[in-house]
């Protein structure tokens, strides 16, 4: 035996599934994109490694020039480890003799390796002089990657707020697609059980879902359809009969019969529109989130009234206006957004955002069920801000809002 | 939309979005991560070339020249360009802004306004799709005798951050393949045990209107059905004899 409708290990399930691939997908994206910007970085310290090399060989070739061998400049280790120290990111230093002894150094790593640069140093200026050593600038091979790492707590609050998101959606989706048409039918159920059969439950796609929503709307108008079947035929043969005792016996059966059926079925089982009161999660946490985006950067008074006033409108407009409020707020939100219009996208936003609670609200929905997703948008957006460095980023607001438009759909769809 | 597809590809289309979009964000951040990185890098390849610059000019500054009247200061300019390729001009101005050197002679006379104070530490400000990096220059009397100023493309950090981006987001892409495909089959699985139940429920509800036995099946969901199939079929069963008790006294009339 089990239930009809999925447990809450059902939707946490499918919410760990789309974090989880999010996740994969985001590690995936982590390691190309150290091992890029490794190679990138490492081309940049080298070009000014190669810099600074050719700075000290001028200085070098000029004390050649003047005929002091390498091993008696004086100061020589002093003013390398004076460049190694204005410039950190260089990890080694050094001068080498033609058959490659170290004669001066600084820097605390070795000079060799892929990531040095070896210029060579000659007795005279001109061509062809004799190579009498040679000098080596090295850059630490791990700082691009010690760089990163220094760094990565941004695309963990990145990640972050995506999983926030994904989770929400997630569990918005299984939601609306599974528990709620599944819980209207274990209610219609248990109506039935009772004796009433007067509900026929709304539209679903033609899967699973669906099928069981239809075949009990086919069993409930299939019992309508055969007790009015059998009320009509007893009233035929009442009235075709002549002896009136066996048509007072027709009657007593039928009287009978449909006194034990119950009223439940006498009318016609209606198709009841359902409020669906899930479908308004995703659109809230989505808009949420734009909205916060878009505002973050410039929030002061004006936008502050803005949404005020956007929330007054939102409650006060008429039900059936939902699906057209809903998709002109986030249209209007991501339009604003685009121009930096802040007290129109606090405005739009609160509207959308009103609009969604009151139907939620409307449909039985308890206070945190839609505060949870509108709260859950807004810290996404507030962490995926922090990740940028950058608040009140126009294009994710914009994007948001468009992605909201699709959750609009299924407000107040008809049954 | 949404009512025309069922729960396991809207599940899978949910999963392949969501893969897209953290391949796709986690890209731009990155990619913004990496402009930055990019920047920093140049920041200090030029501050290493105004250091090299200052330090030559603020020696010869010690021996009591005065900034325009300085020697050797075109091939020190030009030798710095040499240094970092991504310079557009390297210029020295005086107390006032006004461009007293320049490796590019155009600018020479030419007075710069609104550029950082000098507070002994290389500045960087964007101007006009350029970015400009700055030092000031110190007499020996720790008095102001100018800055250098280096001007450096705005392209510098750009075009190698678009060639990350796109190979971030050409890789990112491939991957997104094989994790949207394993996320997917997931997901299905996740998915089978409900699935198979709702099945049940769809059959043992289908089974009432053929006056077939609706347990069957096996795997039955628990209440309230069996007491919804037992109120139906009751209801039948009791419409079913009505109608053969009216039917008989029909052939009796």
Same mark, same amino acid.
């Given at each position: ?6 447990? *809450? ?11 989880g ?9 982590? /390691?190309?994109g ?17 810099? /600074? ?8 070739? *000029?004390?050649l ?12 280790? $002093? ?6 120290e ?8 050094a ?10 150094a600084?820097g605390p ?13 000659? $007795?005279? +200026? ?10 080596? /600038? ?5 700082? #691009? ?24 959606? #997630? ?5 609306? $697609?599974? @528990? +709620? ?21 709304? &539209?679903?796609p &033609? ?11 086919? %069993? ?5 359809? @055969?007790?009015? *079947? ?25 009287a009978r ?7 439940? =079925?006498a009318?016609?089982? &209606? ?11 995703a ?22 009234? #803005? ?6 409108v939102?409650?006060?407009v ?9 998709a ?6 991501g ?31 308890? %206070? !945190? ?15 995926? +801000?922090?990740?940028?460095?950058? !608040?009140?980023?126009?294009v ?6 468009a ?9 107040? &769809?008809?049954? | ?6 729960f ?16 796709? %964000?986690m ?7 990496q ?5 920093a ?9 105004? =250091? ?21 200061v ?15 001009s ?47 220059l ?16 705005g ?16 890789g990112?892409l ?9 996320a997917?089959? $997931?997901?299905?699985?996740?998915t089978?045990?409900?699935?198979r139940?709702?099945? #049940? ?5 289908? +089974? ?5 036995d609706?347990?069957a099946?096996?795997d ?16 039948l ?17």
């Open positions: 035996m089990t239930a009809i409708v999925p447990t *809450r290990r059902f939707t946490l399930g499918i919410a760990g599934t789309a974090a691939a999010a996740l994969l997908a985001m590690a995936g994206v982590g /390691v190309l150290t091992l890029a910007a490794e190679e990138q970085l490492a081309e940049a310290r080298l070009a000014k490694a190669a810099a /600074v090399g050719h700075a000290v060989q001028r200085d070098l070739h *000029r004390a020039g003047h005929g002091i061998p390498l091993d008696r400049v004086e100061g020589m280790t $002093a003013y390398l480890q004076g460049i190694a204005r410039n950190p990111d260089l990890h080694r230093l001068v080498t003799a033609a058959d490659g002894r170290t004669l001066h600084a790593g070795a000079a060799e390796g892929p990531s040095a640069v070896r210029l060579p140093l000659q $007795a005279g +200026s001109a061509p062809g002089s004799a190579v009498v050593g040679h000098l080596l /600038v090295a850059v630490d091979p791990g700082a #691009a990657r010690a760089q990163i790492a220094g760094e990565l707590m941004g695309v963990v609050l990145g990640a972050a707020a995506l999983l926030l998101l994904v989770a929400e959606l #997630a569990g918005a989706l299984v939601q609306a $697609a599974v @528990r +709620s048409p599944l819980g209207r039918l274990e209610r219609a159920l248990a109506a039935g059980a009772a004796g009433d059969f007067g509900t026929l439950l709304g &539209r679903r &033609r899967d699973q879902v669906g099928r069981a929503l239809l075949a009990f709307n086919a %069993a409930v108008f299939h019992l309508h359809e @055969r007790r009015q *079947r059998f009320a009509a035929h007893a009233e035929e043969v009442r009235g075709a009969v002549f002896d009136p005792g066996i048509a007072e016996q027709v009657e007593q059966t039928r019969a449909l006194e034990r059926l119950g009223d439940g =079925g009318a016609a089982p &209606r198709r009841v529109a359902d409020p669906r009161p899930g479908d308004a999660r659109y809230a946490a989505l808009l949420s989130a734009a909205l916060v985006s878009g505002c973050l950067g410039s929030l002061d008074a004006a936008i502050g009234l #803005a949404a005020l006033f956007g929330l007054a939102g409650w006060s008429p039900s059936s206006w939902t699906r057209i409020d809903t002109l707020a986030a249209v209007a939100l339009a604003a957004a685009l121009l930096g219009a802040g007290p129109m996208v606090g405005a739009a936003g609160a509207v959308g955002l009103a609009v969604a609670a009151r139907y939620a609200r409307a449909a039985g929905e308890d %206070a !945190p069920s839609i505060l949870r997703p509108i709260l859950t948008g807004a810290l996404a957006a507030l962490l995926w +801000s922090a990740a940028r460095g950058t !608040p009140g980023a126009a994710e607001a914009a994007v948001l809002a992605a909201a438009l699709p959750a609009v759909l299924p407000l107040v &769809r008809r049954p | 939309m949404g009512a025309s597809m069922g396991p590809a809207r599940l899978a289309a949910f999963l392949a979005v969501v893969v897209l979009v953290s391949t796709l %964000a890209t731009a951040l990155w990619t913004q991560g402009h930055r990185r990019l920047h890098a140049v920041a200090s390849h030029a501050g290493f070339v105004l =250091g090299e610059i200052k330090t030559a000019l603020e020696t010869r500054l010690n021996l009591g020249l005065a900034l325009a009247d300085l020697p050797q075109q091939p020190l300019l030009d030798g710095a360009r040499g240094a970092m390729p991504a310079v557009l390297v210029a020295v101005l005086d107390e006032d802004g006004a461009v007293v050197f320049s490796s590019s002679p155009v600018e020479v006379g030419e007075r710069l306004a609104g550029l950082p104070a000098d507070t002994g530490a290389v500045w960087a400000q964007e101007r006009g799709g350029e970015w400009l990096y700055g030092i000031g110190t007499t020996s009397f720790d008095t102001s005798a100018g800055q250098i100023v280096l001007r450096v493309s392209d510098v950090a750009v075009e190698p951050t678009r060639t990350f981006a796109l190979k971030l987001g050409i990112g491939l991957l997104a393949v094989p994790v949207i495909l394993l997917g089959a $997931a997901g299905l699985r996740l089978r045990g409900p699935r139940s709702v099945e #049940a429920v769809a059959e043992t509800l289908e +089974s009432l209107t053929r006056d077939a609706p347990y099946l096996g039955v969901p628990d209440a309230p059905l069996p007491a919804f199939a037992g109120a139906v079929r009751a209801r069963a009791l419409l079913a004899e009505a109608e053969r008790d009216v039917s008989r006294l029909d052939e009796m009339a």
